[in-house]
T-cell receptor
């Protein structure tokens, strides 16, 4: 069984640029959520996708956006990068929106540094 | 809204010492509770979970009991090892429109000395 995979693992961007982070869900999982983890902090919920629709969002501005594809893989896009966006971005997948259970499984994360 | 509060770290213990990391929660529904562990440079791994009151989750010598009366889910281990050094996150998952949403505490860093 393939786990959650994310790419790239590390990247450096300049303030004002745009970034796209990618995630492949664990096999059989159709729900994907994204989290931002700043250094020394717990993961903060950005948003969640179920069957290609965003079905919940945390306290993040609209410049954070996402997509989920028919194969349940997902992207996180961040526009107009700010220095405070520097963090570990974690993707997590789970079996189903409701009936499949509520345990989420994380990828290794993408480290974003904004300079 | 829902929230998770866990004890601040770092916690420093000698090998074979007893570990307790406190976690309390606030929730409007009937959440499931989790402990995740994060080793240096890695993502979060599920350590254990409990889905209803009085359930005990256990794994790798760690255990935690879902206490609804005290809204707590404290993590314990009877004898820690150096390899247990990591950051531990308490989390809750509750049902909302479209599925479950998981929120995390701030994490507690554990150092175990040989």
């Amino acid at each position: 069984e393939t786990g959650v995979t994310q790419s790239p693992t590390h990247l450096i961007k300049t303030r004002g640029q745009q970034v796209t982070l990618r995630c492949s869900s664990q096999s059989g999982h159709n729900t994907v959520s994204w989290y931002q983890q700043a250094l020394g902090q717990g993961p903060q919920f950005i948003f969640q996708y179920y069957r290609e629709e965003e079905n919940g969002r945390g306290n993040f501005p609209p410049r954070f956006s996402g997509l989920q594809f028919p194969n349940y893989s997902s992207e996180l896009n961040v526009n107009a990068l700010e220095l405070d966006d520097s963090a570990l971005y974690l993707c997590a997948s789970s079996p189903s929106g409701v009936a499949g259970g509520n345990t989420i499984y994380f990828g290794e994360g993408s480290w974003l540094t904004v300079v | 809204g829902n929230s998770v509060t866990q004890m601040e770290g770092p916690v420093t213990l000698s090998e074979e010492a007893f570990l307790t990391i406190n976690c309390t929660y606030t929730a409007t529904g009937y959440p499931s509770l989790f402990w995740y562990v994060q080793y240096p440079g890695e993502g979060l791994q599920l350590l254990l979970k409990a889905t209803k009151a009085d359930d005990k989750g256990s794994n790798k010598g760690f255990e935690a009991t879902y206490r609804k009366e005290t809204t707590s889910f404290h993590l314990e281990k009877g004898s820690v090892q150096v390899s247990d050094s990591a950051v531990y996150f308490c989390a809750l998952s509750d049902l909302w429109s479209g599925g479950f949403k998981t929120i995390f505490g701030a994490g507690t860093r554990l150092f175990v000395k040989a």
